[in-house]
């Protein structure tokens, strides 16, 4: 009987837990799942046969060894810095491992080992990375296929209200981890490449440098780089390609009115704020503003960063109620913290809220000495607030390779990323029976 | 005989080392000065009477401790990273230390060691700091030995070219490390205070917030806020103070047309641009710009960051040969490393040039239920490329405060900078004889 661990049962753990608990008993297969919190676990096990859940605790090196060592294939949904220590016990021990989290460069490192052991490590077989990956390569290795010359790249992903839930100015809610949100594309220049020109955008302009992308049905949306593009060139085998460029989605509207807070300084996660505890909303926004005896903070405001007053960014501001005296009550936060904290207040997704996953891919490309253009894209809502986008998207990719890996479908060994054609067209095709659906389109060739 | 042993004899060490040379003979003592560049050395000593040169490397640690032992005062005008190490080994071998470097906490630490050991090690006693401490220290004390209550305390410093050589669009040229002057603000964002109000700006803003500064005789200034204020209530005395702000001087227009710079995120110095050997200064300047086929660099330029095309910004770009087809011709070079660069090409002090140093302080008080202002201020001007501003400035409090510990007129130990009267009063009077003098002004008051 071969046993299934997987590591924490957080928001994104249901789907994955659904998929594999479907499937233990016709495979004679055991599914054992721990958390620290394990009454979570057992309400997501229901109590299923072939089904076992025990308390975890992360950081105990026994338990975790112990539990690895009862494996044949360990699935770590833990905080991404934990992965590398999780590998080098599963290599040590021979077992697989699937994550969803970024192939990191000690990860990396662990390659070779892993191949001497005969392990598949696979990684970034999420969402984002996971799904982007898996359905750009498809399009591109048909192209490649083809004798068609890539010229332009293009991929951008968000995680979104779905649009019955989508009823704030902002038109966001938090479908991801709010600390990311807040800090997204902080830290560093953006990097990527314009019709073979390299080019680098510094954080405070991130999010005045946007594509804007229209998806049918949809309607409207923007698109803000990601930090480091052109680590990509050398994964998709792009190294000579023009133009790369992955962003994230949002709304229309929405990086115009966030680069306020970019621009106030109010996202900075390196310093703590004098006397936060007891600082009010209305203070913390006049933090960031000149001193004036007369001017109002929304006045300040205007005339710092030139809104006009009849700007929709200043709807989106009072939609914050950020100029209002509520007190923030916390004590030696930075502004990141404090901005995390008002926004969770109007952006955390309610008990009948929907998410939505939204992923965009453009392909440039040169055929037969025409140049042509291919975009493929993907929406998906979320049935419930435990069967959101963001967990089936993230969940069953995961939940497949699983599967794959334990039946021998995977045979490459190493650390991998879900690149190659073995990998990526069974689980596209799976996906699909989940309603996880690319739709290709022919354009006309724009180039940058 | 007393030995004088000094560290480094570089730019600013000639009028410390005219100084001491001048006072060895009639007080029996002996200067020593070590440098890896000996030649250099012996064109400052010149051979007079009980002066020494000696070739020194400073990562020799026996040289080093050797050196210092032979001391009775060792003066270290080295790079400020190696002044910890310095002090530990004059600590140790009981012998008073002087620099013009700021206290590191590491350096702090070393406080109670220096006084168990009856040594004094003096720091912060070049211009900035240093001048600005002990002229600020003797203002703030008369207010309040007077029964003022201090309300505000504002102070800019700035090296800048003399009005004699102040011959291009930006009127600035490199008077100090023209590293230091590429990252100014850069690493963290800014902290200072406003009629009691804790005020932050990020680095991006720092040169959208300056304040406006007249000089008698020298005209229009403009002052941009350094990282730190808040730390000065302390060492000041100031701590219930409503409003304290640090700044460095330029000449009008000179920040906005640096916040360029700063917005196109020319002065990071977090990664290496790609093929900097070959780029020019125009792809360097393009890098920052979105792509366009058919727009030139001055036009994307123009529009991105808003700036009319009769604007003097683009003078003062001009003026660098920004635009041009220039090679950069250094390998892995970071955006910050590439600007210092080009700007070297022009902002480089020439033979005939002469710097200028500009001091500014204002105090706000009550005295007597009424409000008052007083400022006060200094400009020296260099007399040639040897006895330039920064040289005079920086070194003769060093030397002066060298000549009063070994004649026991500096009598407290431990580690500190010059803000006791007993220091102040002393170094600033000899400095009037160097014309380092002063202007004192009663103002009404305005309040921030």
Chains 1, 2 share one sequence.
Not at 38 to 58: C, M, Q, W, Y
Request: aromatic share 10%; charged share 25%.
């Amino acid at each position: 009987m071969k046993n299934i661990v997987v590591f924490g049962a957080g928001l994104s753990a249901s789907v994955l837990i659904d998929y594999l608990a479907d499937l233990v008993v016709e495979n004679d297969w055991m599914l054992s799942v721990g958390d620290r919190d394990i009454d979570l676990v057992e309400s997501k096990l229901k109590g299923r046969p072939n089904t076992h859940a025990f308390k975890f605790d992360v950081t105990d090196d026994f338990q975790r060894l112990n539990e690895i060592s009862k494996a044949d294939i360990v699935v770590s949904m833990l905080p991404a810095h934990m992965h590398v220590e999780v590998a080098k016990e599963c290599i040590g021990l021979k077992k697989h491992m699937v994550t969803a989290s970024y192939i990191s460069p000690e990860m990396l490192e662990l390659d070779q080992r892993a191949k001497d052991a005969g392990v598949v490590i696979m990684n970034e077989i999420g969402v984002d990375p996971g799904i982007d990956h898996m359905s750009a390569m498809r399009v591109l290795d048909e192209i490649r296929e083809q004798g068609g010359k890539m010229l332009q790249f293009e991929t951008f992903t968000g995680g979104l209200p779905a649009p019955q839930s989508d009823d704030n100015p902002w038109h966001y809610k938090f479908a991801w981890n709010p600390r990311n949100v807040v800090l997204a594309g902080a830290g560093g220049a953006v990097k990527f490449k314009q019709e073979g020109q390299f080019k680098y955008i510094p954080y405070h302009q991130v999010f005045r440098r946007i594509e804007r992308i229209d998806i049918p049905e949809y309607g409207q949306f923007e698109g803000y780089a990601n930090r480091d593009s052109l680590k990509y060139q050398s994964v998709y085998g792009l190294q000579d390609i023009p133009t790369i460029y992955r962003g994230t989605l949002r709304r229309r509207g929405f990086c115009k009115a966030w680069d306020v807070f970019v621009k106030l300084g109010a996202t900075d996660d390196s310093y703590v704020m004098e006397g936060s505890e007891n600082m009010t909303y209305r203070e913390f926004l006049n933090s960031f503003l000149a001193y004036n005896p007369h001017d109002s903070v929304e006045l300040k405001l205007m005339h710092y960063l030139k809104i006009d007053q009849d700007n929709d960014i200043m709807d989106k501001m009072d939609s914050l109620d950020i100029f209002s005296d509520t007190k923030i009550g916390i004590p030696n936060a930075t502004p990141a913290r404090i901005l995390q904290h008002i926004l969770e207040q109007k952006w955390t997704l309610n008990e009948d809220d929907l998410d939505m996953i939204v992923m965009y891919h453009v392909f440039g490309y040169e055929m037969d000495g025409k140049k042509m253009q291919r975009s493929s894209y993907m929406v998906l809502e979320g049935d419930d607030r435990t069967n959101t986008a963001m967990a089936k998207t993230v969940g069953l990719p995961v939940a497949i390779a699983t599967r794959m890996i334990l039946n021998g479908k995977i045979s490459a060994s190493g650390v991998k990323a879900p690149i190659s054609k073995e990998v990526y067209q069974p689980v596209l095709n799976e996906l699909e029976e989940y309603g996880i659906r690319f739709t290709e389109r022919e354009d006309t060739y724009r180039g940058y």
